[in-house]
């Protein structure tokens, strides 16, 4: 399968750590003095410069922190041994307690370093990737998302709200950074699956940037998480009196777009290298706003064309599991359940897919696509039908209007069922048992709706009641099944952030000017592999594309002339790790 252990990231992280070689193509790839115009208290009170009990001497007289700190010095080794110690009595002392009050619990340890001590926590997270990304990003998230508003204790990243209309310009000059890299930015109108969390959405943002920082490299002083709060129509948070938001409905229409335009004038003129990724918007606006600003700005939607490019990653694993050869892709039956911004977008890239390795015509390639939403199956004979949907609704004539998932699986006999769906639980026993007649030897179930318990199916029923000879993909993450046969069933987790982060730093030190659906491909189909060479694919293929300019001292045309090899250097010598540098005050 293409789909990777979490795990891999942290290789990715000490590969960067470990490459010296001669040429260096940013100042970032060499822990060097770093200038600090504070003094005292106001350094130990900012994560980025704290280095906790870690100062030497010299530093506590050179930066006034003599007396402010415990007499020993204690190493960042030692620093860090000491909080994973912290962290596994924590585990222990939970043991037996629901798993959300331990997740929760996870997540305050974790913030509250990452509140105090940035480069701690960061080195922290990624050579503990595998246990630590679950609880900084899905499913936890989506736990920390549902009770912000009370779990807040100081600002993250920025907010830009209806109210700020007319401002926004002036306003993005507030964020301290000279310069920033990448910027995630919600409305916090379809989180995960949990639907309209408002701006209690601005921990998907924070998430996702932790992520680029650890598997990545992206700098952490060159990331913004943004929040656009244009009100909620969820009533619970409305009536909630420690909700942090708006208290008005949604805007809407042109009311709506006013204020994202008004905001991605001011960040790219402010930041006119940067990339912009979308999270988590409503379908209509995840592809308004797609359409709207893709050719004008360097940007791209996380849920439209990220989950599609992991999603088409795994759909061409399927066909290498099934012993297959990859060309047999595009006689491939696939069921897609959900028509949302992700089911969409899946369903659109697979078929750009299946029409180019087949050399026909986009609407001859959905020949072999189902699409099914909350109605059922999706036909011509529905009125009223969205557009976007339009070219994948089947004709009446092959399967009725609004069949449900189990008529359409066991009329079909498709070699897989893909749900985004955000409808926990709806592949039930009776949906799994009909993939047992799927016209292949080794059906492909993905559940790739986020949190947990939004998951389509879990992985023990998928293996029970599809049978033990099956792929099995998930948004979150799942523990192997132990087979009755004695083998192991084999969870491939299908999560975004085995792409996106390959994605933002291809596109940034390519110095690509907007996100092409060529540079898209290129990380789908390099998913394998660690994010260097995800990054790396999107790079060369956005020299195909004819659009970079360059990074940092590096030209367009030395960008052109790289081996494969060496693009990857490149891209593994940009990425920062995290590790105390020596501090000098300059007033």
């Not at 990452?114 to 990304?133: G, S």
């Not at 999706?378 to 609704?393: C, G, H, I, Q, W």
């Not at 799942?478 to 084999?490: D, I, R």
């Amino acid at each position: 399968m293409m789909w990777r252990n979490i795990a891999g990231f942290s290789k990715a992280a000490a590969a960067a750590a470990r490459t010296h070689g001669s040429r260096r193509y940013l100042s970032s790839a060499i822990p060097g003095p770093c200038i600090v115009h504070k003094r005292g208290a106001d350094i130990l009170h900012d994560p980025w410069f704290n280095k906790d009990t870690g100062f030497p001497l010299t530093e506590r007289d050179r930066l006034g922190l003599r007396g402010l700190l415990p007499p020993r010095v204690i190493s960042f080794e030692q620093q860090y041994a000491r909080f994973i110690e912290s962290f596994r009595s924590l585990e222990r002392n939970t043991q037996g307690q629901p798993d959300n009050v331990v997740s929760l619990a996870k997540w305050r340890i974790l913030n509250r370093l990452h509140d105090r001590n940035e480069t701690l926590y960061y080195r922290v997270l990624i050579d503990n990737i595998k246990d630590f990304a679950p609880i900084i990003y899905t499913p936890t998230v989506g736990l920390v998302c549902q009770n912000y508003s009370g779990l807040y204790r100081r600002p993250r990243g920025m907010y830009f709200s209806a109210k700020d209309k007319g401002e926004m310009m002036s306003m993005i000059y507030n964020w301290p950074a000279h310069q920033v890299d990448m910027i995630v930015i919600t409305d916090g109108s379809r989180i995960l699956g949990l639907g309209d969390l408002g701006v209690q959405g601005i921990g998907i943002p924070i998430g996702k940037l932790d992520m680029y920082v650890a598997a990545a490299g992206i700098n952490p002083q060159r990331v913004l998480p943004i929040m656009l709060d244009v009100g909620t129509n969820n009533q619970k948070l409305l009536q909630n009196p420690l909700y942090l938001g708006l208290r008005q409905p949604r805007l809407e229409g042109e009311e709506y777009l006013e204020i994202v335009d008004e905001f991605m004038e001011a960040a790219f003129t402010r930041w006119p290298k940067a990339v912009v990724q979308f999270e988590d918007f409503q379908a209509k606006w995840a592809f308004e706003t797609l359409d709207r600003y893709r050719k004008k700005f360097c940007m791209f939607n996380d849920d439209v064309q990220g989950t599609a490019g992991v999603a088409l990653a795994g759909l061409l694993g399927t066909v290498r599991a099934q012993g297959r050869p990859l060309s047999d892709f595009v006689n491939q039956k696939i069921v897609v359940v959900g028509a949302g911004s992700a089911g969409l977008g899946v369903t659109k890239t697979a078929v750009q897919a299946v029409a180019r390795m087949a050399g026909i015509s986009f609407a001859e390639a959905t020949k072999n696509f189902y699409l099914i939403d909350k109605d059922g199956l999706v036909t011509t004979e529905r009125s009223k039908l969205d557009p976007a949907v339009v070219p994948f609704a089947k004709n009446p004539a092959e399967i009725r209007e609004g069949a449900s998932i189990v008529e359409v699986v066991k009329t079909v006999r498709p070699h897989v069922l893909l749900g985004l769906s955000g409808v926990g639980g709806i592949f039930n026993e009776e949906v799994l048992k009909a993939m047992r007649e799927s016209d292949s030897c080794k059906p492909a179930i993905f559940a790739m709706s986020n949190p947990t318990l939004n998951a389509e199916c879990t992985a023990a029923d998928a293996f029970k009641h599809a049978g033990e000879n099956i792929v099995f993909g998930s948004g979150s993450p799942f523990e192997n099944v132990q087979l009755e046969n004695g083998s192991v069933g084999h969870v491939n987790q299908a999560n975004n952030m085995y792409l996106f982060p390959g994605i933002g730093l291809g596109t940034l030190l390519s110095g690509a000017r907007i996100v092409t659906d060529g540079m898209l491909l290129a990380a789908a189909e390099c998913i394998r592999h660690i994010t260097a060479e995800v990054g790396a694919a999107v790079l060369r293929a956005a020299v195909t594309d004819d659009i970079v300019e360059g990074h940092g001292d590096v030209g367009p045309r030395d960008l052109s002339h790289m081996s494969k090899e060496e693009t990857v250097d490149y891209i593994t010598r940009n990425m920062w790790f995290p590790i105390y540098s020596p501090l000098v005050h300059e007033k």
